[in-house]
């Protein structure tokens, strides 16, 4: 159990793989403003807790007591989401060349497998 609202935020942001940025659009809120709550100078209301569980598939009951699972069993896959919204940003050829570098490292990945190697 972490004990801190604050250590759980930071938890939960830390299991998504998302910097401060990257969270606080997901939930419309500025980063100074989720930095100040995160530093334990400012509450955290019902609305960011709402938003934080609903858009990332948090539990609400880990974000407010400490205890139970951190993602309810609807988690939507916001890696995913992330790659999707950059990758539509790029220009074509940067798009193969992403296509092109995730197909080697599923191979790598694969061939790891069959060496009972751990990821790197």
Do not use: H
């Not at 004990?3 to 419309?28: D, M, P, T, W």
């Not at 400012?42 to 709402?50: G, K, L, M, S, T």
């Not at 609903?54 to 939507?76: A, M, N, R």
């Amino acid at each position: 159990m972490i004990a801190k609202l604050q250590n759980r935020l930071v938890a939960v942001r830390e299991a998504l793989g998302l910097s401060q940025r990257e969270f606080c659009r997901g939930i419309y809120v500025s980063q100074s403003y989720y930095a100040q709550i995160e530093g334990e100078t400012r509450p955290i209301n019902d609305r960011i807790i709402a938003l934080i569980c609903s858009q990332y598939g948090v539990s609400k009951e880990f974000l407010t007591t400490g205890w139970g699972e951190l993602f309810s069993d609807s988690l939507p896959d916001i890696q995913l989401n992330n790659l999707l919204e950059i990758y539509s940003e790029l220009d074509p050829l940067f798009k193969s060349y992403v296509v092109k570098q995730i197909r080697e490292l599923l191979e790598l990945q694969n061939k790891n497998k069959e060496q009972g190697q751990s990821p790197a």
